[in-house]
């Protein structure tokens, strides 16, 4: 029997995003890529706890990518960054 990966409600794989988000295909997966990019390099803003890694499947939490499309803007900016709270999952709950 072949084995089924089952991703929790809560997360969001790139190709899923498009289902989630209004975005195109080209649009969501850049979008993915930046969250993701912010949680694993930077880390100072998206904890590493928001993504997951599992071979080749990788996702990350919708919570985190909510709070990555509300600052997307400042977090790109060198100087606008430090005025951007950090990502707290409990305030997010209720955008989810």
């Known amino acids: 029997m072949k084995e089924k990966n089952i991703i929790p409600p809560d997360w969001v794989r790139k190709k899923d995003v498009i289902r989630h988000y209004p975005f195109g295909e080209k649009e969501g997966a850049k979008l993915f890529e930046r969250a993701f990019k912010e949680a694993t390099e930077h880390g100072d803003k998206i904890p590493i706890q928001c993504i997951f890694e599992y071979g080749t499947m990788r996702g990350i939490s919708k919570r985190a990518v909510d709070y990555y499309l509300h ?26």
Do not use: C, G, Q, T
């Not at 600052?71 to 950090?86: G, N």
């Not at 707290?88 to 955008?95: G, Q, V």
């Open 71 to 96: 600052y997307a803007e400042r977090l790109d900016d060198s100087m606008a960054r430090k005025s951007v709270p950090p990502f707290n999952a409990n305030e997010w709950s209720k955008y989810v």
